[in-house]
């Protein structure tokens, strides 16, 4: 199969959730997770001439991840945090169990995030995915730092719920816009 970098890119992408899960799973450290995933892609490109196309990539691509989860693992053998390797074979099954739940509770939660309030929205998405300080997400709302506190406690309690109620009863099952303040 010749590589071409939309067949990887397809491949890669509907594969790369699972793969991080695992990699987060194994690899304790946010930025050396970060590390370890780049690494992955790496190789899964330089690799990919040797995937033959109706085979499972995410299999596939999950065995390149153990190897370079290894590497990673002997690269920092002096951490005590590390898992033994039976629980980490554990781990792996059990993860490999929950793909198909998780996968449906991240859609969920996309879901739940859109009903926010736009402004609401922003900070969640300000704080869980950019790492803004509150100080800094206080500045931008011009908002006093407890209350940017206060209406995230807020957003965090809508969307639990939000998750639980489409979790139950499936993502169609809520809409509007969730009450936040």
């Known amino acids: ?3 071409s970098p939309e067949e990887f890119l397809r491949h890669f992408s509907a594969s790369e959730p699972v793969l991080r899960r695992y990699v987060i799973a194994h690899v304790p450290d946010f ?3 970060q590390d370890v995933m780049q690494e992955i892609s790496l190789v899964l490109w330089k690799k990919f001439d040797q995937f033959r196309e109706g085979e499972n990539f995410a299999a596939w ?3 390149v991840a153990r190897n370079e989860v290894l590497h990673a693992r002997r690269a920092v053998a002096r951490d005590r945090m590390l898992l033994s390797e039976d629980v980490s074979a554990r781990l792996d099954e059990r993860l490999r169990e929950l793909a198909p739940a998780l996968d449906r509770r991240r859609m969920y939660l996309r879901h739940c995030l859109d009903r926010l309030p736009e402004h609401v929205r922003r900070l969640v998405k300000m704080k ?3 790492r803004v300080t509150i100080a800094e997400l206080a500045e931008v709302a011009e908002r006093s730092a407890n209350a940017v506190r206060i209406l995230l406690h807020r957003a965090r309690r809508a969307l639990a719920k939000c998750l639980d109620d489409a979790v139950r009863g499936g ?3 809520a809409a509007g816009e969730l009450k936040v303040e």
């Open 1 to 3: 199969m010749s590589a």
């Open 31 to 33: 930025h050396q997770a």
């Open 61 to 63: 691509a999950l065995g």
């Open 128 to 130: 869980y995915a950019g």
């Open 171 to 173: 993502a169609d099952s």
